[in-house]
Every structure is written in structure tokens, then in C-alpha cells.
């Protein structure tokens, strides 16, 4: 806990010994009114090492061929990852407003004017890139929210009043999701009282070295009395997902990968329908919301329209067609809640809501018996997430 705490104190105590060894050395180039093309080069390379200062010996580590996974569970070396992953994200920033500054310099620009610009968009990159790492820190510091829903499903008997599902989606287990944070998020879920709980995909982040990391953190949960389930989702596909569904299978967990399992409760049942993410090569064969609706078919063979389902499937946006399969609930995840919203407001306005129809908290098909739920995620790849926490959910039945 304090080597969590200790590592981003150093880290940002070095960037700002580099930052103003680096901002000295460009005052050095204020006193002198042209410079030579050779010099804006130095001055830009120097701005890169600056920008990404403990990547450097990242990428020594990671080429070097030491690189091995035993490390990688730990805080520091997240801590770590994440200042690369934003220097680099910085730098792309910083080569769009050069791109901006060259199309000003051709139509009004004197050098002294180019300067200035040169020196604003530096800042801008590196606001930019202290913005992203102080974030990161924050949320990282932070519990997931608990959200509690009440839902009633005339479908389901009076007896059912009360059942509890607990759901949670895309950990994303890599590098940007370290061990301390799960064994918080962990003890979260062991807080929370619920029947049953579900996965809905996108539990590592794509390296299955990291399957050892999944295993330690489904068994620290505790068992809930109906199960625990999971499905896939596109980053567990990325490579082989063997290595994660053993993990998961070791840990208690059962993966639903076009099956079906029926959960009964108080003398009542509904059948719990996971779905599988179609690999790449699945993708070749059909486009992906085509596989996932044979996909569908093939997990409900012998189910009848009267029977009760909730179906557990990664992408949201197959509930277009779920919606029309006589589907009471079904619960996803991908799309994180957008991770960046303008304000906690439910649904307020998000980029990622222009790309997904359904992206966050609760949706209702159109004929109106069908209900979606879009869980924002507990983890992520970009480490980035603005009055869009990480959530672990709770529905209860009426
Ligand atoms: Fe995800």
C-alpha cells in the first residue's frame, strides 16, 4: 500500500526535475532570435524525452528481453505503463498542433510567430499530459460506485421479489489495472449481498500472461449461493482465450460460451443465457452482430418463447435483435459508460454515445418487454474516466 502510494509521488517529482531541466534548456533558445533547422530538431527531440521520461528505461525493460510477468502484478510498474501510454498519447497531440502550426505558418506566420506557437503547443501537450496522469492517480485512489436498481419483469412471479443479481464488467486485467485495485474491488463485491453474480466480458485486457492475476482475484471473491458466471468479450479474444477461461474455471467461475444454464430461486427458474464474443476469424465469416445472432440461436435451442431469459452478451448493441427474442433482461458491458461525460448526470452527453446507441445504465426495447443494462466497467485500457466511475452494479427484483 505505501510502495502504491510512494511510486507516483517519485514519478511526478521526476517529471517536473526533468520538465524544468528541459524548460531552462529552451530558455537558453529565447535570448536568440533565429534559429537553425538543425536546432528546432534538438528542441523537439528533447521535448519527446522530456514528454516520456520514464519510458526510457520502460522500453530498455521491454525490449531487452527481461520483460517477464511476474512484475507486471504489481502497482509501480502500472504506475509505469500508464506514463508511457499517456507521454506517448501526448506526443500524437503535440505532432497534430505542429500540423495546425504549419498550415498558420504558410498563411501568416513570421518565425517569432512560429516560436510562440511552438512554445504554446509544448505547454498545451504537456497540460495535456499532466491532466491524464493526475486523473489516473485519482481514480485509481477511488472505490467503484455501487449502483442499486429495482427492476420489475411481469414475467416473473411475486416470488422472485427480492432475488439479487450482481453485476460486473470489462476489468480489463493488464498492465493498466494492477493488483492493489482489484483486491479493493474484490473486497467491494464480498461487501455486496446478491444471489448471484455475472461477467460480462472483457476480463483481461488482452495478454494472457496476465490469466494467473484473473485466477487470484475470482478466488479471492466469495460464493453466492446461485454462482458465479462469465462470457467473453472482444479483448478476451485478442489471443488465445484458453489460458483465462482455465483461470476462470479454477477460480469457481463458469463461463457461458453459447450455453445455458437454468437458476432456480424459491421454487422458480429462468435460464441464464451467456453468449460467446465471435473471434476474428468468426469475423471473416459474417459481420459480428450476424455471428452473434446465430450465436443466440445456438445457445436457446429447445427454449420455448414462454420461457423466462436473461442473457448475458458483451456488445450492447445486439439488443436490436435481442429485444425482437422474447428476452426479459439482458446485461452487457464494452462501451465503459463512455469514461468521459460532461457531467454524473445519467446518460449526459458522450462521445462514445455518438458511436453506440446503447451505452450506459438502462434501456428498453421497443415493444417494451425487453430491458437492457450497460454497465460501465471496473477497469479499462485507457486509464482515463471523468463523472463516469468505475461501477459494480446490483439488480433486484421487485
Ligand atoms: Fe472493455
Not at 519527446?48 to 526510457?56: E, K, N, S, Y
Not at 437458476?263 to 427458474?269: A, C, L, N, V, W
Not at 420455448?304 to 448493441?317: E, I, M, Q
Request: contains cysteine; aromatic residues 16%; positive net charge.
Amino acid at each position: 500500500m505505501t510502495r502504491s502510494i510512494l511510486f507516483p509521488i517519485v514519478m511526478v517529482l521526476v517529471f517536473s526535475l526533468v520538465l524544468f531541466l528541459f524548460w531552462q534548456w529552451r530558455a537558453r533558445f529565447r535570448r536568440i532570435r533565429i534559429f537553425t533547422k538543425r536546432e528546432l530538431i534538438a528542441s523537439d527531440l528533447l521535448f519527446a524525452a522530456a514528454l516520456v521520461p520514464v519510458a526510457m528505461p520502460f522500453l530498455f525493460y521491454f525490449f531487452s528481453g527481461r520483460f517477464h510477468p511476474i512484475p507486471v502484478f504489481s502497482a509501480w510498474y502500472s504506475f509505469f505503463y500508464v506514463a508511457f501510454l499517456f507521454g506517448i498519447f501526448s506526443l500524437f497531440f503535440y505532432g497534430l498542433l505542429r500540423g495546425v502550426m504549419g498550415v498558420v505558418r504558410r498563411l501568416r506566420g513570421t518565425r517569432t510567430y512560429v516560436y510562440r506557437f511552438r512554445n504554446s503547443a509544448e505547454m498545451a501537450s504537456l497540460l495535456l499530459f499532466l491532466f491524464l496522469y493526475v486523473n489516473f492517480l485519482i481514480t485509481q485512489g477511488q472505490d467503484a460506485e455501487i449502483s442499486e436498481h429495482t427492476v420489475s419483469i411481469p414475467q416473473f412471479e411475486t416470488s422472485w421479489s427480492g432475488f439479487r443479481i450482481l453485476h460486473i464488467s470489462d476489468l480489463h486485467i493488464g498492465p493498466v489495472v494492477h493488483r492493489d485495485y482489484l483486491h479493493r474491488i474484490a473486497r467491494q463485491i464480498n461487501e455486496v449481498n446478491a444471489d448471484m453474480l455475472v461477467v460480462t466480458g472483457d476480463i483481461i485486457d488482452h495478454d494472457m500472461r496476465y490469466a494467473p492475476l484473473v485466477q487470484k482475484f475470482f478466488s479471492e471473491l466469495k460464493k453466492f449461493p446461485l454462482g458465479t458466471y462469465a462470457i467473453m468479450g472482444n479483448h478476451d479474444m485478442i489471443e488465445s482465450p484458453e489460458p483465462l477461461q482455465k483461470a476462470l474455471a479454477q477460480s469457481g467461475v463458469t463461463v457461458l460460451l453459447n450455453q445455458m444454464r437454468s437458476i432456480e430461486y424459491k421454487g422458480s427458474s429462468f435460464f441464464l443465457v451467456g453468449l460467446d464474443y465471435p473471434s476474428l476469424r468468426e469475423h471473416m465469416l459474417g459481420s459480428r452482430s450476424e455471428v452473434t445472432q446465430n450465436y443466440f440461436r445456438r445457445a436457446t435451442v429447445g427454449l420455448s418463447k414462454k420461457d423466462k431469459k436473461v442473457v448475458l452478451n458483451h456488445h450492447p448493441t445486439d439488443f436490436y435483435f435481442l429485444q425482437s427474442q422474447d428476452v426479459q433482461l439482458v446485461l452487457s458491458g464494452h462501451t465503459h459508460g463512455g469514461q468521459l461525460e460532461f457531467s454524473r448526470r445519467h446518460n449526459s452527453l458522450s462521445l462514445v454515445g455518438l458511436f453506440h446507441p446503447f451505452y450506459k445504465g438502462w434501456y428498453r426495447g421497443k415493444s417494451g418487454e425487453s430491458l437492457l443494462y450497460v454497465n460501465s466497467g471496473l477497469g479499462h485500457w485507457f486509464p482515463v474516466r471523468i463523472n463516469c466511475p468505475a461501477e459494480i452494479t446490483v439488480i433486484e427484483w421487485k
